[in-house]
């Protein structure tokens, strides 16, 4: 079937249109204008902005470790609502039906699950499968497990077998690229460190965070995964530290890496208080290294709760819990830390990181390396989105914001002096054609002809917040599935991976470091076509070479 | 294999047997849901439909675990860090060898582990029960006493955060000492137990302890896994409406009580007017409860013959792989079946099927 969506204004980065057209989908994907055809369904969106679906390229939606969140925090969903997030006050809010659902109405149709715990892959495949709409892809954690430390403790950290074991690994949990979470810092926790730099060393094996990091790049890139290894940097959430985000960036010896929720690493430590915006350092340090992509972990005022592997970091921060409950899980490999937060717009520390987040995206010379996210649920929960595009795209906006959180905060930043506001085009950049190039999703982000018929339409209106809280239009696959902002058929989605080639004998070598040390065979946590009752529920995407 | 109050019957008929009883039904309740991923996703998905509840079987245990979790919160630790890395082990109460006869060797296997902190010898405490045998190279004491379980507790973490106590049997007294000085010289201290066997006061007793060793040093806590899939099953409740088992859908918003919803109460009062019972592992079984008209899938029919409908389903790991949680990675795995049997239908089939039924009724 041919459907035209008529007399939008496109919004298309990629293939360079940023005017008034047309877009035809037909059999699930995005065609030329067809000559000499009618089209079989029309729909005039004239006056309508007109983009690819979104890609969020950084939400924690599924996994052990989102579930464990789930756990702590049901009444989530009841203390968001209470303080006027647009959530509905459920339980079932933050389920993983809800979310599909959300996201959909907002214009997305990919999402990544950004920590993927490999001995509970099948949890994190199960659940995003339970997932409507959208697309997703999931990465999958080393880095803190004890093969890799003992690899490179034994000089083999620029071995095949280091790059072996990785392929194994994407292959065996389905994942689209690899994810590194504080290197080696979440190991020396278990051996009851509680801070962990660059340079410092992992107990017992003598590893540091850099060689960890410098070994996943060479590896990722040997392996021609396309998305380069994704980094949750050291020292997370400290004030002072973008001096080890610049360090760790200058390491990065011009291959390819991807900086995760960067603001977290965006602080300097003037002031009376210790804690200021680094934000123009952090930037000078981004915007001169081509080689590193950050998406931004942009913070909202509001209840939320933290999730993440860097159990090190979550140990630390579980004193600011609010609620005050945390869960520190001291799993395989990384673990997993849940703890609650409540971002205060009248907290100095607070406003600083939201006016930081602000400041990354407003000072990125290139906005295809600087990518949009707020590590949900982290900074805040994706139904934020909206209103982060909407401080992006209106300086009003902002300085209404600014009225209203300390004047010391406001002095530490230099958000007030920015006047920048993105386009419609780099919006769609920083939520769509970026994130899919950078995860070697080249079929989307983009409404060039042969690309997935992932489509959103928007109604234009000065109020960003309500023109991109629900699509008039959202096409998945070349089916309408939302309708005035509201989802009107409910499909299921594909997971994307890679399949990087390795030497058999990794398995071997793997079964036996399993079965010695934990009694398991990695067959128990091996993902499988068969994990849903759905076939071509897996698709593979090319390699860079 | 299926009947119809105890007669034969086509599985076909047996499925509209059991669309007409519980699309009549006002509350039914999904209980036993010993099944596997794919079985609890199907329940869950039920329920929702009918406005019923879902429960365990093991959901006494589940659900004061999950009331604790988010209370407090809780510092687990995964059965791989505990076998490579905790150099004391506390053995809380005689649930967990009862839950898993061979727990001792496989937390203390004769290979080396991984690199692990502190020196200290390798030592398991059994609070509450008689010393089992460890392995050679493992230290192990017990502390009994004619104190109950929970005083043991509260005791040894009394002693533990070194708080005056005073009790008249010396030699508990003498034992507790010990240990508490062991446990505060521990590198990586794990309290492992059942929450089927201690109350939540005892619970928070031990999570209270954990923070408070975690001030200086590393502690954890282990729970053992529920019987049936327990664990698996709770997971997936969670992921799925945000909550634990023994929630029900009647209203708008699901809704969790683990008083209000347990299956034998729900049936007992008549709060349920229909079960669903659920028994589909292989190499497990549970007992199902009576009083309301049931739909009984399970493995083993011959124990459930007099239900009202009663459909032989396949066993999950038995007759096709499932996906559950296993305790060796403290997570969800895929059991291959020990010997494939594609002829009889899974639970997910079944339930998928009276749900596909019901809703053609409705439309």
């Known amino acids: ?545 | 294999m299926a009947t119809v109050k105890g007669e034969e019957a086509e599985l076909d008929s047996a499925l509209e047997r059991a669309a007409d009883l519980l699309g009549r039904a006002r509350f039914p309740v999904i209980g036993g849901l010993f099944t596997d991923i794919s079985g609890a996703a199907a329940a869950l998905a039920l329920a929702e439909k009918l406005g019923g509840a879902v429960d365990h079987a093991a959901g006494t245990g589940l659900s004061r675990a999950s009331r604790v979790m988010r209370e407090t919160g809780a510092t687990p630790a995964s059965f791989g860090e505990v076998r490579n890395r905790a150099d004391t082990v506390v053995v809380i109460g005689k649930g967990p060898l009862e839950r898993d006869p061979d727990l001792i060797a496989k937390l203390f296997p004769g290979k080396p582990g991984l690199p692990r902190p502190g020196d200290n010898q390798r030592e398991v405490i059994f609070l509450g029960l008689d010393k089992v045998r460890t392995p050679r190279h493992v230290r192990s004491s017990s502390i009994r006493g004619r104190a109950s379980l929970p005083e043991l507790v509260a005791l040894l973490a009394a002693n533990v955060r070194e708080t005056r106590f005073d009790i008249r049997d010396k030699a508990l007294c003498t034992k507790l000492n010990r240990a508490g000085e062991r446990i505060r010289k521990s590198a990586f201290a794990v309290f492992v137990y059942d929450p089927a066997e201690i109350e939540e006061p005892v619970m928070h007793t031990v999570l209270e302890t954990v923070r408070h060793l975690v001030l200086t040093t590393r502690a954890a806590i282990m729970t053992v896994a529920a019987p049936g899939n327990g664990d698996g099953v709770n997971l997936c409740s969670t992921w799925t409406c945000g909550l634990p088992v023994r929630t029900s859908f009647a209203r708008e918003v699901p809704e969790h009580d683990a008083w209000a919803y347990e299956t034998e109460r729900l049936l007992e009062t008549g709060e349920a007017d229909a079960l669903v019972w659920i028994d589909a592992l292989e190499g497990e079984g549970t007992k199902r409860p009576k009083g309301a008209p049931t739909v009984v899938l399970s493995s083993s029919p011959g124990r459930a013959s007099k239900g009202d409908v009663v459909i032989e389903v396949a066993s999950a790991a038995g007759d096709h792989d499932a996906a559950l949680y296993l305790s060796p990675i403290s997570g969800i795995g895929m059991v291959k079946a020990g010997k494939a049997n594609k002829d009889k239908p899974t639970v997910a089939d079944v339930l998928t099927r009276i749900a596909e039924l019901i809703d053609a009724r409705n439309a």
């Not at chain 1, 996994?63 to 079932?92: C, F, H, K, W």
């Not at chain 1, 430390?149 to 292959?171: F, I, P, Q």
């Open chain 1, 1 to 545: 079937m041919l459907i035209q969506l008529k007399g939008g204004h496109v919004i298309d980065p990629v293939n360079k249109r940023d005017a008034k057209g047309d877009v035809f989908i037909e059999d699930g994907r995005i065609v030329a204008a067809p000559q000499g055809r009618e089209p079989d369904e029309v729909y005039d969106v004239t006056g309508k902005i007109v983009m690819a679906g979104a890609v969020d390229m950084h939400s924690h939606i599924a996994g052990s470790n989102v579930t464990l969140g789930r756990q702590l925090m049901p009444e989530l969903p009841y203390l968001a609502a209470q303080d006027g997030q647009p959530i509905s006050p459920s339980p079932a809010s933050w389920g993983a039906y809800a979310t599909g659902i959300r996201y959909a109405e907002m214009g997305y149709t990919t999402v990544i699950e950004p920590a993927m715990i490999p001995t509970h892959a099948i949890e994190a495949q199960v659940e995003l499968a339970s997932i409507p709409i959208i697309d997703v892809a999931g990465l999958a954690i080393l880095g803190n497990d004890d093969y890799t430390l003992e690899l490179l403790r034994d000089g083999k950290g620029r071995s095949d077998e280091l790059k072996d074991y990785v392929a194994w690994t994407l292959n065996h949990s389905k994942a689209i690229g690899l994810k590194v979470i504080n290197a080696g810092g979440s190991e020396a926790f278990k051996f009851n460190d509680r801070t962990f730099s660059l340079d410092d060393e992992v107990p017992d094996y003598g590893v540091t965070s850099r060689a960890i990091v410098e070994a996943m790049q060479k590896a990722v890139a040997d392996l021609a995964v396309p998305h380069p290894p994704h980094v949750h940097c050291n020292n997370l959430g400290i004030a002072g530290n973008v001096e080890t985000a610049v360090a760790t960036i200058e390491a990065t010896q011009g291959l390819p890496i991807h900086f995760a929720h960067i603001q977290f690493y965006g602080y300097g430590k003037e002031g009376e208080k210790g804690f200021s915006s680094g934000a123009a350092t952090l930037m000078d340090a981004v915007n001169k290294h081509k080689n590193a992509t950050v998406d931004v972990g942009q913070v909202m005022f509001g209840q939320t709760v933290t999730i993440s592997g860097d159990i090190l970091r979550q140990f630390d921060g579980r004193r600011a819990a609010s609620p005050k409950k945390w869960a520190i899980n001291q799993g395989d490999g990384n673990g997993t830390g849940v703890v609650p937060y409540h971002y205060k717009s009248k907290s100095f520390v607070n406003a600083l990181q939201w006016a930081i987040g602000l400041e990354i995206f407003l000072m990125a010379e290139d906005p295809w390396r600087v990518l949009f996210s707020t590590d949900h649920p982290n900074g805040a929960l994706f139904v934020r989105y909206p209103e982060i595009i909407h401080l992006l795209m209106d300086k009003d906006e902002r300085a209404r914001w600014l009225d209203d959180v300390p004047e010391a905060s406001r002095e530490f930043s230099n958000l007030a002096e920015i006047s920048r506001e993105l386009t419609y085009s780099e919006i769609a950049v920083i939520t769509r054609g970026a994130p899919a190039k950078l995860m070697g999703l080249n079929d989307r982000g983009h409404l060039g002809a042969g690309a997935i018929g992932d489509v959103a339409v928007y109604t234009e209106q000065k109020n960003k917040t309500k023109m991109f809280a629900g699509a008039d239009y959202v096409f998945k696959s070349g089916e309408l599935v939302v309708r005035k902002g509201k989802v009107v058929r409910v499909t299921y989605g594909r997971c994307y991976h890679v399949e990087p080639g390795y030497d058999p004998q990794i398995k071997r070598r793997v079964k036996s470091f399993y079965d010695s040390k934990y009694g398991v065979d990695p067959s128990w946590f091996g993902v499988s076509d068969a994990i849903t009752n759905r076939r071509d529920r897996f698709a593979t995407i090319p390699l860079s070479r």
